[in-house]
């Protein structure tokens, strides 16, 4: 598998070296003999070497990972649920990308450099020997200076590795319990696709990631409900989960401030004491009310919190809220919040135990409260706001309690995704503009013939 991932690489290296020619100029640069000058281009062999390394770190200690975590868990994780393949990917694309950080470095500064070429970039020796002396001759530095913009890509490989390999096993292992195939080529290209449309389902990855952020709640809620998932999973999972965001979200700051991480901290045990106590009560609350009803009202609630959520980045919020503009998006967001806490609350009550109404209701507070937090900053970072939208995307379809639900979300998520801005392009071409006073006036000459 890591001889492929080499190859792919060597493959697409042309592509990926800017500048990168026009769409329909593509057919004419492959014939410009790129492709065929791969083993005399310095970048290609940084980008076959960053692959080596990555791709045969995370490949192979993923099942070395599921087996050991199997063991430490005692069986509180099973090799057929999802948080087992979560955690597995997550360790090994974070050992991967932390060791493949000095050629993922040097693959981008000789791609950077290719045209024009210069000199200390020219082959895989001195790009490394200028990066090292960036560091200011000590060893310690040199060593600092390879490693630079490890969490960024630590982050990266971690997410991306779960939504790729993570989806991909466990895509696998649902279609073969099913019987819908048999072990070959198809099964492997089936799950396959369908991991790729987990990393694939980005162009508008804001609203695309607040839907699969619902679809891997309701998920988590049927699980609970029939016994399928450990409540104490759960809480270990989101815990974690919302520790690695929280830290995310302080490397994103100006400046470290520990006042905000006791201030979390405190907040945090708040939650926790909150929400234990107030379990027994929200699993009897709606006990005289029908099933029908709970899930028309979760329905509503849940479509009230899509349309009212904050879909605006970080910056621009700011801006807005520095102008005068705050009140009606603060409002709808607060709104959007209560409507999904409402939500999970009646959805909690139909769970038959007090620790999976805790797990359920903390869970609802990380995704709907914290999630939408750490998201707005991610989209200063195109790349990491992609990841999490990947890891997102590949949970919510992965975790599906039933393989019959993966097609209709993956056609929900593709047409909001796809569907949405080609029918606003379309429709442009109907677009009156109004015209006024206002408009800045437009001389007109008159030519006068002699």
């Given at each position: 598998m890591s001889a492929l991932d080499m190859f792919s690489s060597a493959i697409t290296n042309p592509i990926d070296v800017p500048p990168l020619p026009p769409c329909p100029k593509v057919l004419k640069f492959v014939s410009n003999s790129k492709l065929m000058d791969l083993p005399q281009d310095p970048s290609s062999i940084a980008s076959v070497l960053r692959e080596g390394i990555y791709a045969t770190i995370r490949l192979g200690t993923y099942e070395a990972h599921k087996d050991l975590l199997y063991e430490l868990s005692n069986g509180a994780?099973?090799?057929?649920?999802?948080?087992?393949?979560?955690?597995?990917?997550?360790?090994?694309?974070?050992?991967?990308a932390t060791i493949a950080?000095?050629?993922?470095?040097?693959?981008?500064?000789?791609?950077?450099?290719?045209?024009?070429?210069?000199?200390?970039?020219?082959s895989i020796t001195s790009s490394l020997r200028c990066v090292y002396n960036e560091g200011g001759g000590t060893l310690f530095g040199g060593l600092r200076a390879l490693w630079r913009g490890t969490s960024a890509t630590v982050t990266r490989g971690a997410i991306v590795t779960v939504a790729q390999i993570g989806s991909y096993d466990h895509f696998k292992q649902v279609i073969k319990s099913h019987r819908l195939m048999d072990e070959g080529i198809p099964l492997h290209l089936t799950s396959s696709l369908l991991a790729g449309l987990v990393c694939s389902i980005a162009s508008n990855p804001v609203v695309t990631q607040h839907l699969s952020n619902t679809a891997l709640f309701l998920s988590t809620f049927a699980r609970l409900k029939t016994g399928r998932l450990d409540p104490r999973v759960l809480v270990y999972l989101g815990s974690g989960l919302s520790i690695l965001g929280f830290g995310i979200y302080e490397i994103g700051s100006p400046r470290w401030a520990y006042h905000r991480l006791a201030q979390a901290l405190k907040s945090s045990i708040l939650v926790f004491l909150a929400l234990a106590s107030l379990a027994p009560v929200l699993r009897t609350l709606t006990a005289a009310t029908s099933d029908n009803?709970?899930?028309?009202?979760?329905?509503?609630?849940?479509?009230?919190?899509?349309?009212?959520?904050?879909?605006?980045?970080?910056?621009?919020?700011?801006?807005?809220?520095?102008?005068?503009?705050?009140?009606?998006?603060?409002?709808?967001?607060?709104?959007?919040?209560?409507?999904?806490?409402?939500?999970s609350v009646v959805l909690a009550?139909?769970?038959?135990?007090?620790?999976?109404?805790?797990?359920?209701?903390?869970?609802?507070?990380?995704?709907?409260?914290?999630?939408?937090?750490?998201?707005?900053?991610?989209?200063?970072?195109?790349?990491?706001?992609?990841?999490?939208?990947?890891?997102?995307?590949?949970?919510?379809?992965?975790?599906?309690?039933?393989?019959?639900?993966?097609?209709?979300?993956?056609?929900?998520?593709?047409?909001?995704?796809?569907?949405?801005?080609?029918?606003?392009?379309?429709?442009?071409?109907?677009?009156?503009?109004?015209?006024?006073?206002?408009?800045?006036?437009?001389?007109?000459?008159?030519?006068?013939?002699?």
């Open positions: 994780l099973t090799r057929e649920g999802i948080p087992l393949k979560a955690l597995s990917g997550l360790m090994s694309g974070a050992i991967g950080n000095p050629a993922d470095l040097i693959k981008i500064r000789m791609q950077a450099h290719h045209n024009p070429p210069v000199p200390e970039y020219a009803s709970i899930w028309a009202l979760a329905a509503g609630l849940f479509i009230l919190h899509t349309v009212l959520a904050d879909y605006t980045p970080e910056r621009v919020r700011v801006v807005h809220d520095r102008v005068g503009g705050e009140g009606q998006g603060g409002l709808t967001a607060v709104l959007s919040i209560n409507a999904a806490v409402s939500a009550s139909r769970l038959q135990t007090d620790n999976a109404v805790f797990s359920l209701m903390l869970f609802a507070v990380q995704s709907f409260a914290l999630l939408p937090v750490l998201r707005q900053r991610l989209q200063r970072y195109p790349v990491l706001s992609l990841t999490l939208t990947c890891f997102v995307t590949g949970l919510s379809l992965a975790a599906l309690p039933s393989p019959t639900l993966v097609l209709p979300l993956s056609t929900l998520l593709a047409l909001v995704t796809f569907g949405s801005p080609a029918v606003l392009v379309w429709s442009q071409r109907y677009k009156n503009r109004i015209r006024g006073p206002w408009d800045p006036a437009i001389p007109q000459l008159n030519s006068k013939k002699d």
